[in-house]
């Protein structure tokens, strides 16, 4: 570990996570969690909750974010633990070995706020906090950086050299990376354009009364805007807010091309899936899908499908465009899932965290859920449907809040593709892992830990 300036923290190299405590899995047993066949069979029906989904709702905390003890999630619903995980695979061990060939490789610690937003581009990572800072890393070093006048950065997605970010205060603003030098960051507009806010200003029917009795433009987001979706196919980015719209934007103009009341409480996730639809989560406890369809002379979003409707409120969306499976992470520790082969039908639900799931992320057969129980699950889709825990990756302070991952081109192989994972946590920090696609999995590390023992017991009593 070594400081390298301007108050950061970088530790580089190999480093074990803490793993799973093997022996608890002999002793202790889930109800809804049992092994066949090596693989994790989940079972597929919902959770019959009692808590309400307008607790766990963004909505009922102050929208002014401060860092530290001021943090609305340490006061949060979402950091109580889940009535439906009591999960040993939480508790860490003291392996010496690792089995699982999954660990920490390096993090990054600046104190400057919690991490909110992180997003992965090429060489370069780019991470939100509530500080209004957005840093730019290259090779875990300080690379660049650039900051909003106000608005904690709640998400981040990069185009080229277009980064697009959505902020507390309802904002999406948009920076462009410098021809001449990279490290230069340069506020390029915002969503809307001052244009169009003035061009719709002037006719009443574009404005839509809010809550408090006040009207806003239709075009523009009220709240916070939680989540952003690229689909850069059509050239289209999706915004998600806590004012309960999604909003779709015209990336080659500007221009916001719809505004929709998509739920009845806080969008607190969106994605542009496989077969060009997206997926909002909410707070109402919902998953909705849409469709842009031909209307009149132009195009337009309708529902088509509700898939999940619970008490419990969504907290992350992710999709995997290879196998074109969607999974949803709730405020109850849960991970659901549909397959599009199935006709989105349900496919099961993933029980491998104590409290809520915060953040989402899919690579390859893939699946990385980070939780406000401070750990990251990472699953495996097996042939058939099936998801497999290869490992349990633990070691932040505080709520994994965001996750990107890139693949990991220095040491993947066609016979085994490895991922670079990034964390980001309101512990202040951003982890570094590698992850190793065909890792073994939970069982079988088990049976090489007894293995190990085993050995070490003969050799004792002097067997060969």
């Known amino acids: 570990m070594r400081n390298d300036g301007g108050g950061?923290?970088?530790?580089?190299?190999?480093?074990?996570?803490?793993?799973?405590n093997l022996s608890s899995l002999f002793q202790q047993s889930e109800p809804s969690l049992f092994s066949v066949n090596n693989s994790v069979v989940v079972d597929d029906v919902f959770p019959n909750s009692k808590s309400s989904a307008s607790l766990a709702s963004p909505r009922n905390s102050n929208s002014t974010t401060t860092s530290g003890e001021g943090?609305?999630?340490l006061m949060s619903p979402w950091n109580q633990p889940s009535p439906y995980n009591k999960s040993p695979w939480i508790t860490p061990s003291p392996l010496e070995n690792d089995f699982g060939q999954n660990g920490l490789i390096g993090f990054i610690v600046r104190e400057e706020g919690h991490i909110y937003s992180l997003a992965a581009s090429r060489d370069l990572l780019y991470t939100g906090s509530d500080s209004r800072n957005i840093r730019v890393w290259k090779g875990?070093?300080?690379?660049?950086?650039f900051k909003a006048k106000s608005g904690l950065v709640k998400?981040?997605?990069?185009?080229g050299d277009r980064i697009f970010t959505g902020h507390q205060d309802g904002k999406i603003r948009v920076w462009k990376v410098s021809s001449t030098n990279p490290s230069v960051h340069k506020r390029f507009g915002s969503l809307p354009t001052l244009k169009d806010l003035i061009k719709s200003s002037v006719k009443p029917k574009n404005y839509v009364e809010v809550r408090?009795?006040?009207?806003?433009?239709?075009?523009?987001?009220f709240d916070a805007v939680s989540c952003l979706s690229l689909n850069e196919e059509l050239?289209?980015?999706y915004s998600g807010s806590w004012d309960k719209t999604l909003k779709v934007w015209r990336l080659a103009n500007?221009?916001?091309?719809?505004?929709?009341d998509a739920h009845d409480d806080a969008i607190n996730s969106v994605v542009a899936g496989f077969d060009s639809l997206v997926f909002t989560g909410s707070a109402d406890g919902t998953v909705k899908v849409w469709k842009r369809e031909l209307q009149g002379k132009g195009t337009q979003h309708f529902l088509v499908q509700?898939?999940?409707?619970?008490?419990?409120?969504v907290t992350a969306l992710a999709a995997n465009q290879e196998s074109a499976v969607l999974y949803c992470g709730s405020s109850d520790g849960l991970v659901n899932f549909w397959d599009r082969e199935k006709h989105l039908s349900h496919g099961g639900v993933l029980r491998g965290h104590k409290m809520a799931v915060l953040c989402l992320a899919t690579a390859g057969n893939l699946v990385f859920s980070g939780s406000a129980d401070k750990s990251i699950c990472v699953w495996r889709r097996e042939q058939g449907g099936i998801h497999t825990c290869l490992s349990v990756l633990t070691g932040h302070a505080g709520p994994v809040k965001c996750l990107a991952v890139a693949e990991d081109h220095q040491t993947s192989t066609k016979a085994d593709r490895k991922w670079i994972v990034y964390s980001g946590s309101l512990d202040k920090s951003v982890k570094v892992w590698r992850v190793s696609e065909h890792a073994p999995d939970l069982k079988e590390i088990q049976q090489g830990y007894l293995n190990g023992h085993a050995a070490n017991d003969d050799a004792a009593m002097g067997k060969r």
């Open 8 to 20: 950061t923290m970088v530790m580089e190299g190999n480093s074990l996570h803490k793993r799973p």
């Open 71 to 73: 943090s609305p999630y």
């Open 140 to 145: 875990l070093k300080d690379f660049s950086g």
């Open 155 to 159: 998400a981040i997605i990069v185009l």
């Open 212 to 221: 408090r009795k006040r009207s806003v433009l239709r075009i523009k987001h």
């Open 235 to 237: 050239g289209l980015l």
């Open 254 to 260: 500007s221009k916001c091309l719809e505004s929709i």
């Open 306 to 313: 509700v898939l999940l409707r619970q008490e419990n409120a």
